[in-house]
């Protein structure tokens, strides 16, 4: 079956770094683009970011522009997420989320499958 683990989160005080990683197994990994999405406190899910199933294309919404890079490694079925200049607001839990095709949707009720997440806080 599916898996999504998602790992790389924690602690970040703001204007710091912090690498997010999604392993992948259950699925032949360079066949799926693949997402980022966050839910930070008493708010709902949002999209971040997106990247093609062979790493041709990217995409970010417009609150992490400039600041952080998704990019992926389809030899070791990995997904990433580079978060440069966090800030406070960018606190959430982190999700990857594995597309249903090559291409990056940009509604969140067509990923099929989800990780569970992993904690990022960026507070001084």
């Known amino acids: 079956q599916v898996q999504l683990v998602e790992s790389g989160g924690g602690l970040a005080q703001p204007g710091g770094s912090l690498r997010l990683s999604c392993a992948a197994s259950g699925f032949t990994f360079n066949n799926y683009a693949m997402s980022w999405a966050r839910q930070a406190p008493g708010k709902g899910l949002e999209w971040v970011s997106g990247i093609y199933s062979d790493g041709s294309n990217t995409l970010y919404a417009a609150s992490v522009e400039g600041r952080f890079t998704i990019s992926r490694d389809n030899a070791k079925n990995t997904v990433y997420l580079q978060m440069n200049s966090l800030k406070p607001e960018d606190t959430a839990l982190y999700y990857c989320?594995?597309?249903?095709?090559?291409?990056?949707?940009?509604?969140?009720?067509?990923?099929?499958?989800w990780g569970h997440g992993t904690q990022v806080t960026v507070s001084s």
């Open positions: 989320a594995q597309a249903p095709a090559r291409t990056v949707p940009l509604t969140l009720g067509a990923y099929p499958n």
